[in-house]
C-alpha cells in the first residue's frame, strides 16, 4: 500500500489529481492554440487535464526531455533524436511552415543558401532554423516580438518563424510594411510529445487523436483558429 502512495504522488497523472504539465515554445500564437485546443480534447477524453507552460525555446525542450515538465507541447517529427527521453504521440497536429519575413523588394527564396547574405533574426530553440543557418550572419532572440522589433529598426534584415505565428505577431505589433517571402524554406507536420516516464500514455493519446481525425474535430479546430489568418 505505502509502495502505491509513493508511486502516486511523484506521478502528476496520478488518479487523485490527473494532470499534465507540458511546456512549449511560443505562448498564445495560432499554432499554439490549435495544438492546445487539440491537445485538451484529447487529454480530456482520457479524464486528464492539460496545463501548457510557456518557456524560452531550448529551455522547454530541457525541461520536457528530463521530466521537469511531462511533455512538449508540439515540435517537428524528429525532435527526439537530440532529446531522447521524449516519446512521440504519432499523429500530426498540424502542418508547420518556415518562412522569412523582410522589409524589402520581394525575391525568390531558392533554398536556405538563400539566405546568406542578409542578417537573420530568429527565437531560440527552434531547431531547424538552428541547424540550416548554421554559419550565417544570425542572431537568436528570447520572443518574436524582439525579432520583429529588431527587423523594424534595421537591425536585422529578415526574421524566420512559422507562417501564421509570423502573420500573428504582425498584426499584433501593427507593422504594415513586412512582406513574406516565396517559397516556404521548410513544411513538415508536428506532433505532441511525452516525457519517457508517461509513455504509457502514448498509444492512449494516439487512439484518441485518431478518433479525433476521423470524427473531424481536428480539422474543425484547425480551421477555427487558422481563419483569421
Request: aromatic residues 8%.
Amino acid at each position: 500500500m505505502l509502495i502505491c502512495v509513493v508511486i502516486c504522488l511523484t506521478s502528476s497523472i496520478c488518479m487523485a489529481n490527473p494532470e499534465m504539465k507540458v511546456s512549449t515554445l511560443f505562448e498564445g500564437d495560432p499554432a499554439t492554440l490549435v495544438a492546445t485546443r487539440i491537445l485538451t480534447e484529447a487529454y480530456g477524453r482520457l479524464g486528464i487535464t492539460l496545463d501548457v507552460i510557456s518557456m524560452p525555446g531550448e529551455r522547454s525542450l530541457v525541461s520536457a526531455n528530463t521530466g521537469v515538465t511531462d511533455g512538449e507541447l508540439y515540435r517537428k517529427g524528429d525532435i527526439a533524436n537530440q532529446y531522447p527521453n521524449l516519446r512521440i504521440v504519432p499523429v500530426p497536429l498540424m502542418r508547420y511552415e518556415i518562412v522569412a519575413f523582410c522589409r524589402c523588394k520581394p525575391f525568390v527564396i531558392k533554398d536556405w543558401n538563400s539566405l546568406k547574405p542578409y542578417r537573420i533574426g530568429y527565437i531560440k530553440g527552434i531547431k531547424i532554423v538552428e541547424q540550416n543557418t548554421a554559419g550565417m550572419d544570425v542572431e537568436a532572440v528570447g520572443t518574436l516580438r524582439q525579432a520583429f522589433t529588431k527587423l523594424e529598426l534595421g537591425r536585422s534584415d529578415i526574421v524566420l518563424t512559422n507562417r501564421v505565428t509570423g502573420i500573428a505577431a504582425l498584426r499584433d505589433q501593427q507593422l504594415r510594411d513586412v512582406i513574406t517571402l516565396s517559397p516556404a524554406l521548410a513544411s513538415f507536420e508536428v506532433y505532441h510529445y511525452v516525457f519517457k516516464g508517461h509513455e504509457e500514455l502514448v498509444p492512449k493519446l494516439t487512439e484518441v487523436l485518431r478518433k479525433m481525425e476521423k470524427d473531424g474535430t481536428m480539422e474543425k479546430i484547425q480551421r477555427e483558429v487558422f481563419s483569421g489568418f
